[in-house]
């Protein structure tokens, strides 16, 4: 699915072949979840392939590698440069690109001076799909902050969001929505969350989520139909008076939401904030409008 015995990938320096790769099992990330990456979309427009705002997710990579004191040789504007080379190298144009700085061989909780940095694409649907989920209040939370840099993209974090994928989807939902440490709501395992009240929306403040480029894009998006965004901290018990909700990030773009756990959002999706969010965030990727 994510690649073929053609496929080519960015391994230090190189494009090579994805079978060329010469991974240790001695490395660090692999035993320790020590590594960063980043979750990047590039789409076919009128005007070419563009990567959708490559800059703000090469930036974040950066940050991410400067919090877990690791070393990333590259700018921004040369990942971006062999992003595009990459996506050609492979004919790719609607494309998903995860780079991805792993390290190198060392067992002990050191830092680690060999760092490894690899871009692969591939073709990837949307990540929620296209229909309204069916979303369930987590019994995981979100790191804790001052456990972990919670804005950093870090491979290990993503244990606790496949946990609560994996608990979700085996209690018949489609996703999870986790809490924070203090009980507020805070994101899904991969995806930013909003919801709709009295025609304005809401959202969490950053401080105990991920702060999405796909959330940076819908406050754009927000300001320019007028409409209204409150950041604030709220309870599970506030989804349930409503009107509407969606999940937003970079893999599911903006997906609307049915229900979370029994309660169904009243408002129908097509007469939503979320709804029209939605279509402009797809012109916004798609026809760069
Ligand atoms: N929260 C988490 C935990 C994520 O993994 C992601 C995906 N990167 C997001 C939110 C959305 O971020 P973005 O819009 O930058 O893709």
């Given at each position: 699915m994510y690649y073929n015995e053609n496929t080519t990938i960015f391994f230090n320096g190189k494009f090579i072949k994805v079978k060329e790769i010469p991974v240790s099992i001695f490395n660090q990330t692999m035993h320790y979840g020590i590594g960063v990456f980043e979750g990047i979309r590039a789409y076919d427009t009128p005007k070419g392939v563009q990567i959708f705002k490559a800059r703000e997710h090469f930036d974040r990579l950066h940050y991410s590698a400067k919090v877990m004191h690791i070393n990333l040789s590259y700018s921004s504007s040369e990942l971006e440069q062999i992003s595009y080379k990459l996506l050609e190298a492979n004919n790719l144009k609607d494309a998903y690109i995860r780079p991805l700085v792993y390290l190198g061989e060392?067992?002990?909780l050191t830092p680690t001076d060999e760092v490894n940095v690899v871009i692969m694409a591939w073709e990837w649907g949307?990540?929620?799909?296209d229909k309204l989920l069916n979303v369930m209040l987590s019994s995981f939370q979100r790191p804790n902050p001052k456990s972990c840099f919670v804005e950093a993209k870090v491979v290990g974090h993503y244990t606790n969001s496949i946990l609560a994928t994996t608990e979700a989807k085996s209690k018949g939902f489609d996703e999870a929505l986790l809490t924070d440490m203090n009980g507020f709501i805070a994101e899904g395992p991969g995806a930013n969350f909003f919801i709709e009240k009295n025609g304005k929306l809401v959202t969490p403040p950053l401080g105990n989520i991920l702060a999405g480029i796909t959330r940076q894009t819908v406050f754009e998006i927000a300001k320019e139909l007028h409409f209204e965004i409150e950041e604030s901290l709220f309870t599970p018990e506030e989804i349930y008076t409503a009107d509407s909700a969606f999940f937003c990030g970079t893999a599911a773009e903006v997906i609307g939401i049915a229900s979370v756990n029994e309660y169904q959002f009243p408002l129908k999706w097509e007469d939503s904030i979320g709804a029209l969010i939605q279509k402009k965030y797809k012109r916004r990727v798609a026809f760069n409008e």
């Open positions: 060392n067992m002990s949307k990540y929620l799909g």
